[in-house]
């Protein structure tokens, strides 16, 4: 397996940062889902469900789900009669999706849809990988429809103490040793310290709200090691 190109012991910005991040999930996309199955115990999987019924659109709505990777959210959202469309800065990841919905190779910051285009949109841990998160949530205000709805899921420090010490250690220690044995291990180092990227919670609400979002909430889930953001478009 081609190895990333990503440093974990550095945080990039910018540019450098679309091209690390594109450069590991280029490299970690063979076997990503069986990473993501084994670290969450399989809880990704009741989240992405969770996620799909949070954004309570009509059969037969188009959402676009950004950062698709390999197309789980992708998959969900067929499953619960709605046309998706996957897009994904990595190519490697859509190459290696299985899902049968139309896919785009593009930055999430400048989507190749129209105004108003979709009926909601869809986002799962990808938050913490863009280069910056307002002009992200300005984006989705952009391409959703008035009255359409947004879900995203993201990684989460829990609130308490015992908690946050138990899913440190998970996440800081044993994460990067499952994925250096199965995956790519420079790319699994520096996945958890991205968590960083992450504003605090009330900025990152304002943010969500302000874009054009404003009846926006924030659930925790599994104790608070994952978050759901929901809202309606004004």
């Known amino acids: 397996m081609t190895a990333s190109t990503i440093d974990p012991d550095h945080l990039p ?21 069986l990473v993501n199955r084994i670290m969450t115990f399989r809880m990704d999987v009741g989240w992405r469900r969770r996620t799909v019924r949070r954004l309570a659109l009509a059969p037969r709505s188009t959402v676009i789900d950004l950062a698709c990777g390999t197309g789980d959210l ?21 190459a290696a999706g299985t899902s049968s919905a139309p896919l785009v190779q593009a930055d999430a910051l400048t989507l190749p849809v ?25 984006e989705l205000a952009r391409v959703v429809r008035p009255r359409g709805r947004i879900a995203l899921l993201e990684v989460a420090q829990p609130d308490n103490g015992l908690m946050r010490w138990g899913h440190g250690l998970y996440f800081g ?15 699994y180092r520096y996945l958890p310290k991205s968590v960083a990227y992450l504003p605090p919670t ?33």
Request: glycine share 14%; with cysteine.
């Open 114 to 138: 129209g105004a108003g285009s979709v009926d909601g949109a869809t986002c799962g841990f990808a938050l913490r990988n863009l280069v910056a998160l307002e002009p992200f949530f300005a």
């Open 173 to 187: 220690q044993v994460v990067p040793r499952i994925g250096g044995l199965l995956s790519d291990a420079s790319a």
């Open 74 to 94: 992708c998959r969900e959202l067929a499953s619960q009669g709605i046309a998706p469309i996957g897009v994904d800065l990595s190519f490697g990841m859509l």
């Open 202 to 234: 009330p900025e990152l609400m304002a943010l969500v709200r302000g874009a054009g979002f404003p009846d926006a909430t924030r659930t925790t889930l599994s104790g608070g090691i994952s978050q759901l953001i929901v809202g309606t478009r004004a």
């Open 13 to 33: 910005q910018g540019e450098e940062k679309v091209a690390a991040v594109r450069s590991m999930f280029d490299a970690i996309a063979p076997r990503y889902d």
